[in-house]
């Protein structure tokens, strides 16, 4: 009768020290990497920017989001009417550049620039989806959504096809992945699509 009662509480010893062990086991399970959830404000536009006695004079007039900040680009490749419209917040950066239409040959000359500078992240892109459009104020335009982790997501051009040339490319100066970033792609791209829509030209 001992026997069996010291065999019965071994196996009580040995059966918690067992439940102990997948205890600490499920305690040291590797979780998947999980990314800070980010709260957006409500889409909020206007042109006061424009206003501006720095901005005034700009062939071109768009509504820019309120919690964004747009500042002329002053790097060395710039040229008169180039800017940036960046979020601090997020580390995004809209560049922009403008270009005058001379003539015929400069709007296709102009739009093969702008095709090559998109399809040169083939390098690093998954996909390159391409499309053709015409905004609220009449004008063409042509969108490209690039996928994969490069460091332009989408970009855009509006032409009038004979004086004015508008082209708009959003960057991310870090080496994060897309897939993290892609909340933040998704809410700016919303504001570079009524930045497109409410482009319009001051002649």
């Known amino acids: 009768m001992k026997t069996l009662f010291y065999l019965s509480i071994l196996n009580c010893i040995i059966f918690s020290f067992t439940n102990c062990g997948n205890q600490e086991e499920e305690a040291y399970l590797p979780k998947p990497r999980g990314f800070h959830r980010l709260e957006f404000p409500q889409h909020l536009y206007n042109t006061d ?120 490319a959003l960057y991310f100066p870090t080496s994060s992945q897309n897939d993290s970033l892609a909340p933040i792609i998704e809410f700016v791209k919303e504001d570079m699509l009524h930045m497109m829509n409410s482009l319009d030209w001051r002649d």
């Open 49 to 168: 920017k424009f206003a501006t006695k720095e901005f005034k004079d700009y062939p071109y007039i768009f509504e820019v989001a309120q919690n964004a900040e747009i500042i002329p680009d002053e790097s060395f490749m710039s040229e008169p009417y180039w800017v940036e419209v960046r979020y601090p917040q997020y580390n995004a950066i809209v560049d922009i550049s403008y270009k005058e239409l001379p003539n015929f040959n400069s709007l296709v000359g102009y739009i093969n620039t702008s095709n090559t500078l998109t399809f040169k992240h083939n390098v690093k892109a998954t996909a390159i989806d391409e499309y053709a459009a015409r905004t609220k104020n009449g004008y063409s335009a042509v969108m490209y959504e690039i996928e994969g982790d490069v460091p332009s997501q989408f970009q855009f051009f509006v032409t009038d096809s004979t004086k004015h040339f508008f082209r708009a």
